[in-house]
């Protein structure tokens, strides 16, 4: 019993210390994506929107806690819903699902340290095909304007649709490290660090608020014209789409508003966060009654008559979830690139108007070949108009201690004749 009991010590110090290894050997691995990578595919515009040629990818994953001694199918059927469990059965059949490498049926069991890999024909959603705008370059520093409806990191469904992989494929900026994140549905700056030390200098900065932050937005209807300091706590409803609200158990927050102008129907607001909470601008203006205009989440009827104004329910919360993701789900809406926080200091050190090809942009060599087996090649997908994929809400000012960032406000937050401009 001793040496029984000795030889699984000695084990578990042998693994601790692999771990340890593995994890000193992947903090040397220098930052970003290499070409490689980028070559995975190519990408084509279209109606205002840029694609990505449909490729081969697969995913890999160690296998979690709460997945140890179930059942592999249980584990992909009801983690990952994105698919249906004939899909999953199949896919372990014909061997596109592996553990550790090897062939696996549907009854094995997962254990500590298995591999699941999922190989896929990989179709990513489209993004508008604004171009990427540099709004400076330092030695040390990339700013940058970011179009609605480009995730900043790989996340979801989308890789090379990503700001990161842009820059890196199309500007040649790569080992670039990631400050701050803004969600893939807003639009303006984007700031990134091409030293650790000037990333951990600006994180510094964010993390003791030495930042200030300033955006804009388009709600629905007459916003007030006096100032207002919105201090409610803001908690998630739902980790796995990425749903928060007022409620009192949660972070504390600010955010100051003032309008700028009313054209009759709508309101552009100026927005100042001093903390970063995820989605924080977004669920301060839906508890005030006032949501952005085009707000897929916090301006769905799914909220009820007063979209959520002055706060939900518990009850009401589960339910709201329970609707949004069925609609979200059913427009096939990518719900985890909704969950980025509208700041994170995130250190994730990833990747003048992006470049196409000619042949890129004939769609004669862009005709899908269908591969079998995958299920999104027999879906004739109908692609949404750029407008569709733009949020009314635009980061437009960053400024530090000894420096300034500002990037134009898009046209949507520009005065009309109508409006009336707020002095």
Not at 134 to 141: F, K, Q, Y
Not at 183 to 193: K, P, Q
């Amino acid at each position: 019993m001793a040496d029984d009991l000795n030889f699984r010590k000695r084990k578990t110090e042998e693994g601790k210390e692999k771990n340890a290894k593995k994890v000193r050997t992947d903090s040397k691995k220098k930052p970003g994506f290499d070409k490689e990578k980028f070559q995975e595919t190519e990408y084509y515009i279209k109606d205002g929107l840029r694609h990505v040629k449909p490729y081969p990818f697969t995913f890999t994953t160690y296998c979690k806690g709460r997945w140890l001694r179930r059942k592999i199918l249980d584990v992909l059927s009801q983690e990952f819903q994105a698919k249906t469990i004939e899909y999953y059965r199949k896919a372990i059949q014909t061997g596109n699902i592996t553990v550790n490498g090897n062939h696996v049926n549907e009854d094995s069991i997962l254990k500590d340290n298995d591999v699941i890999c999922h190989k896929v024909h990989r179709h990513e959603p489209p993004v508008t095909a604004v171009p990427i705008q540099v709004i400076s370059e330092t030695e040390d520093l990339v700013v940058v304007n970011k179009p609605s409806s480009i995730p900043i990191h790989p996340c979801g469904r989308y890789r090379h649709n990503t700001l990161v992989f842009l820059l890196g494929r199309e500007f040649g900026y790569t080992n670039l490290h990631t400050i701050h994140r803004i969600d893939r549905l807003t639009s303006g700056i984007v700031m990134f660090a091409k030293s650790k030390e000037k990333a951990q200098q600006l994180e510094k900065q964010l993390r003791e608020h030495e930042l200030q932050k300033e955006y804009v937005c388009k709600v629905q209807g007459e916003f007030p014209s006096d100032k207002i300091d919105c201090c409610e706590p803001i908690g998630v409803i739902s980790h796995k789409i990425g749903v928060c609200r007022v409620h009192g158990d949660g972070k504390s927050c600010r955010t100051v508003f003032t309008r700028e102008s009313f054209d009759g129907t709508n309101s552009i607001v100026k927005c100042r966060p001093s903390t970063g909470r995820m989605h924080q601008i977004r669920v301060h203006l839906q508890w005030l009654g006032y949501p952005i205009i085009d707000d897929p989440i916090y301006n769905h009827e799914a909220w009820g008559p007063g979209k959520g104004k002055g706060g939900v329910s518990e009850e009401i919360a589960f339910k709201i979830i329970e609707s949004l993701t069925t609609s979200l789900q059913n427009n096939d809406v990518d719900l985890n690139s909704k969950s980025n926080s509208e700041e994170s200091s995130e250190d994730c050190t990833k990747l003048q108007e992006p470049t196409v090809s000619a042949a890129s942009t004939n769609q004669e060599d862009w005709k899908q070949t269908k591969v079998p087996g995958c299920t999104e090649c027999q879906i004739q997908q109908c692609d949404p108009t750029p407008a569709e994929l733009t949020m009314c809400l635009h980061a437009a000012v960053y400024k530090g201690p000894d420096w300034e960032y500002r990037c134009p406000w898009p046209d949507w937050a520009l005065p009309t004749v109508d409006a009336q401009k707020t002095n």
